[in-house]
């Protein structure tokens, strides 16, 4: 597989040139630019595969950015924002974004959401996968059924649902909203206690530790992701 | 003799009145006197007329009387046969006299009456220059206090009563400062009742007459106008107009005021959230930007292949820039706490979750601790502001893991009482000093304010200030390890219906 392509758009020039050097060492193409207007030009121009973007730009209004370049692009969208700007964030994920990290990030986190993100985006359009593992569980969608080293476990519909709509997208970042109108419909929009007894559900069911989750994890403030 | 009291004529004593009786009499007399042989008494009279009705003119009504009596005596006695007595001789004389009395009485009757209309319409003037006078000023009164002031002066000026302005303070009225006697009695109630109602109020407390007159405003009664006075007829009706043009002049000032402080708060109110806000965020952003390229830069050296010393100073700098960072993070929390910024976004949920969140958070600063978690099985929903109790929680453990002997585990335990969840962190390390247990919690305070380890003791002022926001409190004790306990209000747990085990 060729190295991938990176656009960059971010304005302080440390962080551009400090996100390079680690990318381009681990063989990624790097674009760069510190303005919206410059993104969307090179986004028409070359042929890119994953989005960095920042949200606190100078020059205008990152979410809306999000929310046009939808329409055009289906590559994955990294965002980068402040720590305590958790609506920022969900807005941003309702807009289309895929992930987030919080300043500051390490470069290997980074570079693990990358990894993530370009793994989950060629199936796009794919036939979608029937069976996953995680852990010691296996779930197989074709004949509905939940594992645990070879013994079956018991879902409520609500919880199997649940389940179904996290593995769909595995590594990426699921606000509350996403998830409630997946499985109860979008009349549930504001129930988040609904989802987050749910997924306790799930973690009591399916994690070794549910205090500690390592397969359900929790965004604060913003939703769930599900990590294989 | 009130109604003459009544009559601010030219002379007002009654000496003056009396020489203003016998002056002009004697003077008609002593006109008439050397024609006496020329003029009939019926003529002479004509003289006497006159006299009494320049009197009534400058004297007024009870001069204009004496003068007409006075009139006809010195007729009777100088001018009408037989001279020097005061028998008539001829009867129709008797008609003359009579005549002279009636007419010295109707023109005394009218110049007074004249007078009294001239007077009133001079007063009414004086009153309308006197309210014209006092709106002007009320138009540039600038504060309550002012209104108020001016109100006084002017009734006390001009009405001869004592004037108090009193505002609305919810459901009561209340002087504009201390320094004013407050009321009791049947005036407060008066007052009160003039706030309800609306209505004007009138109430007797010997010897001092009340008067209340709410101050309309546009959306309600924003006041009363409390008028009093002593041996002075504030009752009566023909003042009235009087009293309900100055109120209603009061109300629009006060409503007036009410305005200009509502928009003036309303602007201050904007200019200083924007600047706050703004001040917060640019300095947010600022510290984070370096402080994301030293962290980036620091964890790009950590990976690579360096000698041991090199490696250790690049993870000890990559450590202490997260710590730098918390710090700021930690900072930025407080100056919006305190400032009233952080509108909590409460949502009910399992206490586990953010326990969990919070510990996956820390990864690497918890490495050397285990880290267990006793829950009880049948743990409530909490209702709490997520992001927010996560910043507790990492707090806690932070502290913690910084006080605690490496390899030392680090307990959280949750139980629930009738009223609270009790969620505790606790370590194996060293105590907290016994007698600082309660202003640990204070900004800027440390266990140890001498000990090495790093931190400015304001992450425990920030967990009270969040725990206190949630309605909950929070305390440390030393009874199994140091430990640090906060508690939650339970409250009302939404049900969710237990879910149909069937497809």
Redesign the interface.
Known sequence: MSEPTVLLIED?V??RR??R??LEEEGYRVLECGTLKEGLAQLHTAAIQLLILDL?LPDGDGIAFIRELRTQFPLPVLVLS???A?GEKIRALDAGADDYLT??????ELLARMRAQLRRAPQEGATAETQFRFGDIEVDLAQRSVTRRGEALRL???EYRLLCAMLAEPGKVLTYRHLLSAVWGKAFIES???L??Y??HLRQKLEDD????EHF?????VGYRFQP | MKSLSLLPGPSHSLPARMLWVVTTCGLATLLAWPWRELLDPANTAMLYVLAVAIVAARAGKGAAIASALLGSALLDFFFIYPHFTFTIGDAQHIVTLGVMLAVAFIIGNLTVGLQREREAALERERQSRALYQLASQLAGALSLEQVDELTRGFLQETQACHGLLLMRQGEEVSPLSNEQPTLSGKPYYAAQSALRLGAVQATLDEPVQWLFLPLHGSTYTRGVLALSASGNDLLNSERRPLFDAIAALLAASVERLHFVEVAQRAQLQMTDERLRSSILSALSHDIRTPLTVLYGMADTLAQAELPKALHEMADAMRQQTLRLNSMVSNLLDMAKLRAGDIRLNLEWQPVEEVIGASIKLLGQALAQHPVSVTLPTEMPLLRFDAVLMERVLCNLLENAAKYAAPGSPIRIAARTDKKFAHISVCNDGSQFPPDRLESLFELFERGDTESNVPGVGLGLAICRSIVTAHGGSIQADNDDGACVTFTLPLGDPPVIEPEDDHE
Request: net charge neutral; glycine share 8%.
């Open positions: 302080e440390q962080i400090l996100v050097t680690a606190g402040a720590r305590s958790e300043k500051p990030y390490s470069t290997g409520t519909p609500i988040n206690h609904y987050r007894i997924v306790s549910p205090a500690q989750p994890l929790t965004e604060t403030g």
